[in-house]
């Protein structure tokens, strides 16, 4: 099997010594949320740990697909408008290295398991428990 490097030049197929971050849940959040989510965490420990991968599932996978920002939040008379971005966000983590996956049972709950066009670039299709049988290649596994 031929392996794909990612933009920054990183083999995401080969796991050896990264750590893989499982992210579940998609959450909009509070408005604190907007200056700190868990892809600014991703950032970070991906440049302290020494490379991450990203496994999206559930309500997560509609972060990958490929849709604009998110509208602004209106709350009473208030408008608020600088809520985080994951689609930005992920974005920026391929940009720096980190290997992203969707996982297909997910992208199938929203329609969008057989549409690759309907997905962010540079994210990829897991099968439903596909990255757990590379667990073990992986230094750390964890949930953000």
């Known amino acids: 099997?031929?392996?794909?490097?990612n933009r920054a030049g990183t083999d995401i197929?080969?796991?050896?010594g990264r750590?893989?971050?499982i992210v579940e849940r998609g959450h909009r959040?509070?408005?604190?949320?907007?200056f700190f989510d868990e892809f600014y965490l991703a950032a970070e420990l991906h440049?302290?740990?020494?490379?991450?991968?990203i496994l999206l599932r559930g309500q997560a996978v509609t972060y990958a697909l490929n849709a604009g920002p998110p509208p602004?939040?209106?709350i009473?008379?208030?408008t608020v408008g600088t809520l985080s971005d994951p689609r930005k966000g992920l974005r920026t983590l391929i940009e720096a290295g980190v290997g992203v996956w969707a996982e297909e049972p997910g992208l199938a709950a929203v329609g969008a398991a057989h549409s690759p066009g309907r997905l962010l670039d540079g994210i990829r299709v897991a099968q439903d428990g596909e990255l757990a049988t590379r667990w073990t290649g992986y230094?750390?596994?964890c949930f953000l």
């Open 1 to 5: 099997m031929a392996t794909q490097e």
């Open 13 to 16: 197929d080969r796991p050896d």
């Open 19 to 21: 750590v893989l971050a």
């Open 29 to 34: 959040g509070a408005l604190e949320k907007q």
């Open 47 to 53: 440049r302290q740990l020494g490379g991450l991968d």
């Open 72 to 74: 602004p939040l209106r």
């Open 76 to 78: 009473g008379n208030r």
């Open 139 to 141: 230094r750390m596994v």
